[in-house]
């Protein structure tokens, strides 16, 4: 009896720890919001490329907890403005910063 109350509680333990370890912080992101971070930075990407006047642009985009950051350089302001608008319209964006930089 007294070794099964042992074996229980060590697994609890195991539990809890595995639970807040998978956690979030404000510095950090849990596995699934990685994950949901990946998905989004790969949608934007994918919605810059199909832009036609951005298709030559060097734009490198990252995702931190759904606030997409927009990186690199392109031709003109005109540019600029359209690459945070197509972000902005991926589904999961929060907010988007803007780095980019005219050539």
Known sequence: MK?????????LT?????????GASTNKESTGEYFDDSVITSKVKTAIF???????AEINVET???????SGFVNSRGDIDKAVTVARQVKGVTSVKNDMRVK
């Open 3 to 11: 070794s099964l109350k042992i074996i229980t509680a060590f697994f």
């Open 64 to 70: 931190f907890k759904g606030v997409v950051q927009l």
């Open 14 to 22: 195991l539990a809890l720890a595995s639970t807040i370890g998978c």
């Open 50 to 56: 199909a832009e036609e006047t951005l298709k030559v």
